[in-house]
C-alpha cells in the first residue's frame, strides 16, 4: 500500500476542497480508510473513516454535515470533501488505511492503520 494525498490548499472561510488519496500499490479495496488531520501544536485527530466494504462511514462531531467521505476501488481511490470550511478546520490532513477482518466497521484510532500518506496542508483564512 502506497497513499498518496493531495488536493489541499490555501482557501477562505466557507469554501470546499476535495482532497484525494490514491493507492499507488493498486489494493485499496481490501482496506478501511481513514482520514485523520493534525493542527500545530495538536495531536492527530479523527476527521472522517469509511468501512472497507463501503457501506458505512464515521464522522468526527466537528466535520459532521460539512465533510463527505467516498471511495473508488476501481480507482484505488479515496476522497474527503470538504464544503463550508472554517479557520479551525486549519491541518495538514492525512489519508490511512487499515486491514481489518470486519468489513463494516470504521476505527477512530490513528494507531489502529497500518498505513499512512503523507499528508497535504489546508489552509483556511477568515
Known amino acids: 500500500v502506497q497513499l498518496q494525498a493531495s488536493g489541499g490548499g490555501m482557501v477562505q472561510a466557507g469554501d470546499s476542497l476535495r482532497l484525494s488519496c490514491v493507492d499507488s500499490?493498486?489494493?485499496?479495496?481490501?482496506?478501511?480508510m481513514g482520514w485523520f488531520r493534525q493542527a500545530p501544536g495538536k495531536e492527530r485527530e479523527f476527521v472522517g473513516g469509511?468501512?472497507?466494504?463501503?457501506?458505512?462511514?464515521r464522522y468526527a462531531d466537528s466535520v459532521k454535515g460539512r465533510f463527505t467521505i467516498s471511495r473508488d476501488d476501481a480507482k484505488n481511490a479515496a476522497y474527503l470533501q470538504t464544503i463550508s470550511l472554517r479557520p479551525e478546520d486549519t491541518a495538514v490532513y492525512f489519508c490511512?488505511?487499515?486491514?481489518?477482518?470486519?468489513?463494516?466497521?470504521?476505527?477512530?484510532?490513528?494507531?489502529?492503520?497500518?498505513?499512512w500518506g503523507q499528508g497535504t496542508q489546508v489552509t483556511v483564512s477568515s
Open positions: 490511512a488505511a487499515r486491514t481489518t477482518i470486519f468489513v463494516s466497521h470504521v476505527s477512530v484510532e490513528p494507531e489502529r492503520y497500518e498505513y
Open positions: 469509511m468501512s472497507r466494504d463501503g457501506e458505512v462511514a
Open positions: 500499490g493498486g489494493s485499496l479495496s481490501s482496506y478501511a
